[in-house]
C-alpha cells in the first residue's frame, strides 16, 4: 500500500484528479465534479471504516493466536504471522488517513506525510514477497522434498523473513523520497508525490507495478504451475486446509491489487507517450485504490473460510490448531523418495522433530 491511497484521498477535497501523476513540471487535469467528489469522499470513508474494524481485531487476534496459543510454530505459521503484522502496520496508521478525509487536509507535517506513506509502501512489499515465499516453500516441498526438509529449519525461517522485511524496506524508499507537501491556493494542504522532472514520474509509475505486483507474481504463477504438474505426474497426498489457505490468500491479493497495477502502468504509458492520462484512468484508479485496501484486511476472513469445522471444535484457538499440523504437512515417503503428506482435512501436532518446527 503505498501509492494507491492519496488518490482516494485527495480526490475527496475537491483537489485534482490525480495528485499521485502530477510533477512539478506538468499540469494536472480538471477537478472532478461536486457530485463525484462526495461520492468519493463518503465512499473512501466507509471502505477505511470497514477495513479498520474488521482488519484490525482480525489480524491482532491472529497474531495473539500464532504468539499465545502455538508452542511450536511452523514455518507456515511464521509466514501468516508477518502478513498479519504487516496488514496492522498500515491499519494502525489508516486513522491519520481518515482525519485527512473529514478534515480536508494533511496536518502531520511533511515527516508524518513522508512517513505514513512509506509505511504503507513497506505493507505492500512484505505482503507480496511474503505470499511469493509461501508460494516457493510449497513448490520446493512438491519438487525437492528432502531439501525442503533440510531448508525449512528456524535458522534458515529466520534469514528468509529478514531479508523480506529488509527488502520491503529498501523496495519502498521512492515513497519516502518523493512524498511531499503540496499546498492548493485555498490553503489546503496534500501529501502527494512530487517529481523534479518526468523521468522520475515515470521511473516510479514503472518500479512499483513491476516490483511491487509483476515480478513476485511471475514467480508465484511459476511456482504453483509446476505444483500443478507434478501432481498430475505423481501420487501425492497434500494437506488440502493449508494449501487451500495459501492458495486463497493468493488470489485475494492478486484480485485486490491487479486492478490497480494495471491502471498505473497504463498512466505511465501515457507519460512515456507525453500525453496526459486520460480523465476515465483517474476515475478508475480511484475506485480500484478503495478495494486495494481492503486487501489488509480481508486474510483474517479468509483464516476463517479455510478453518472449516475447526472453528467450532477448537473455538478461539482455530488459527493455532489450523496452522499446528504443518510442521509435519511435509515429510518424504518411505517409497521412492516421493512426497507424502497428510490427507486428513485436520492438522496433526507437529513434532518436536519436524523440520518444519520453529519455537
Request: hydrophobic share 50%; with cysteine; net charge positive.
Amino acid at each position: 500500500m503505498s501509492n494507491f491511497t492519496l488518490q482516494v484521498f485527495t480526490m475527496a477535497t475537491n483537489t485534482t484528479s490525480s495528485v499521485f501523476t502530477m510533477a512539478t513540471n506538468t499540469t494536472p487535469p480538471a477537478a472532478p465534479s461536486s457530485a463525484n467528489d462526495s461520492f468519493t469522499r463518503i465512499l473512501a470513508i466507509i471502505i477505511l471504516s470497514m477495513a479498520l474494524i474488521v482488519g484490525l481485531p482480525g489480524n491482532s487476534f491472529v497474531v495473539w493466536s500464532i504468539l499465545g496459543k502455538m508452542q511450536k510454530r511452523s514455518v507456515t505459521a511464521l509466514m501468516v504471522l508477518n502478513l498479519a503484522v504487516a496488514d496492522l502496520a498500515v491499519l494502525l496508521i489508516a486513522p491519520f488517513f481518515l482525519h485527512f478525509l473529514a478534515r480536508g487536509t494533511w496536518i502531520f507535517e511533511l515527516f508524518g506525510c513522508r512517513l505514513c506513506h512509506y509505511i504503507c509502501g513497506v505493507s505492500m512489499y512484505a505482503s507480496v514477497l511474503l505470499i511469493t515465499a509461501m508460494s516457493v516453500d510449497r513448490s520446493l516441498a512438491v519438487a525437492r522434498p528432502f531439501v525442503s526438509q533440510k531448508l525449512r529449519t528456524k535458522a534458515v525461517a529466520r534469514r528468509v523473513l529478514a531479508g523480506i522485511w529488509v527488502m520491503s524496506f529498501l523496495l519502498a524508499t521512492p515513497v519516502f523520497v518523493y512524498r511531499n507537501l503540496y499546498a492548493r491556493p485555498n490553503g489546503i494542504l496534500v501529501c502527494a508525490p512530487m517529481y523534479p522532472r518526468v523521468s522520475h514520474k515515470i521511473f516510479h509509475q514503472l518500479f512499483e507495478p513491476i516490483t511491487g505486483f509483476l515480478l513476485p507474481f511471475l514467480v508465484v504463477v511459476a511456482s504453483y504451475s509446476d505444483i500443478r504438474r507434478r501432481l498430475q505426474n505423481r501420487r501425492f497426498r497434500r494437506s488440502r486446509r493449508i494449501g487451500r489457505l495459501v492458495v486463497l490468500i493468493i488470489l485475494a491479493f492478486a484480485a485486490f491489487w491487479l486492478p490497480y497495477h494495471l491502471v498505473i502502468l497504463v498512466q505511465a504509458g501515457y507519460s512515456l507517450a507525453g500525453m496526459p492520462a486520460a480523465k476515465q484512468l483517474h476515475n478508475a484508479r480511484a475506485v480500484l485504490i478503495t478495494l486495494a485496501f481492503l486487501s489488509s484486511s480481508v486474510n483474517p476472513v479468509l483464516y476463517a473460510c479455510a478453518g472449516g469445522r475447526l472453528l467450532r471444535t477448537a473455538g478461539m484457538g482455530f488459527v493455532a490448531k489450523m496452522l499446528e499440523g504443518t510442521g509435519s504437512e511435509v515429510f518424504s515417503g518411505r517409497r521412492g523418495g516421493t512426497l507424502n503428506q497428510t490427507a486428513r482435512g485436520d492438522a496433526e501436532p507437529a513434532t518436536e522433530d519436524s523440520p518444519d518446527t520453529v519455537e
